[in-house]
């Protein structure tokens, strides 16, 4: 079975520029989760959905970051002007359902990240 | 809030040692749930092993193996007779009633042939 799919693997781009990081994930999964890995902050969790529908962005740090998923196999991460600081690997990861059971299953699949450089 | 330990920042063994990646934990939640995941020099996070509250039974899979306690809210992980591609960054995570996944900082380990 294909695992999570991330693209582009790495991308380099200038300030002020708009950047979209695209993700699909396992087929059948009803979780997504996009996360930020950095030295200094470690893994942090930006946004999650549960059947294409947002759940909590309380980790998206500013408004230049946007989220979407238009269907069960895609979602976007966009960052729009991009900065320094936004350089990182930016994981996708996908969980299966938790519904009806009384141990969900929650561990999450990730991609292999996207390295995101802003120069 | 949750919160998770891991206060070794970097081990170094000899290949063939064993050795153990604390994991420390907090959270006001009865029900939770606690991981291991792998992330490798090439850089992917690889799931390992998930433990729910209520099973504090230790688990063993092949030169891998977990302690579970929570009477001092920690679930260890160690590696047997460690090979040179165990080398990579550990991280232990906790989920709890908010469903999301909270991190530890990592413990990265190097084996050294």
């Known amino acids: 079975d294909a695992g999570v799919i991330q693209s582009p693997r790495h991308e380099v781009t200038e300030m002020g520029q708009e950047v979209t990081l695209r993700c699909k994930p396992i087929?059948?999964?009803?979780?997504l989760f996009w996360y930020r890995q950095t030295m200094m902050r470690g893994l942090e969790l930006l946004i999650y959905f549960n059947n294409n529908v947002p759940i909590d962005d309380s980790g998206m740090p500013e408004d230049r970051f946007s989220a979407k998923m238009p269907n069960a196999s895609f979602s976007t991460l966009k960052i729009q002007p991009s900065e320094p600081r936004d350089s990182a690997v930016y994981f996708c990861?996908?969980?299966?359902?938790?519904?009806?059971?009384?141990?969900?299953?929650?561990?999450?699949?990730f991609g292999p990240g996207t390295r995101l450089t802003v120069t | 809030a949750q919160k998770v330990t891991q206060a070794q920042t970097e081990i170094s063994v000899v290949e063939k040692e064993d050795v153990t990646l604390d994991c420390v934990y907090e959270?006001?939640?009865?029900?939770?749930?606690l991981f291991w995941y792998k992330q490798p020099p090439s850089g992917e996070l690889v799931f390992l092993i998930r433990r729910n509250s209520f099973d504090e039974q230790n688990e063993i899979s092949g030169r891998y193996s977990w302690n579970f306690q929570k009477s001092t809210s920690s679930f260890n992980f160690t590696i047997t007779a460690s090979q040179v591609v165990d080398s990579a960054v550990y991280f232990c995570?906790?989920?709890?009633?908010?469903?999301?996944?909270?991190f530890g900082t990592g413990t990265r380990l190097t084996i050294i042939p």
């Open positions: 990861a996908s969980s299966p359902s938790s519904r009806g059971l009384i141990f969900p299953p929650y561990e999450q699949y």
């Open positions: 087929s059948g999964h009803d979780y």
């Open positions: 995570a906790l989920i709890g009633g908010n469903e999301k996944l909270t």
């Open positions: 959270t006001r939640d009865t029900t939770y749930y």
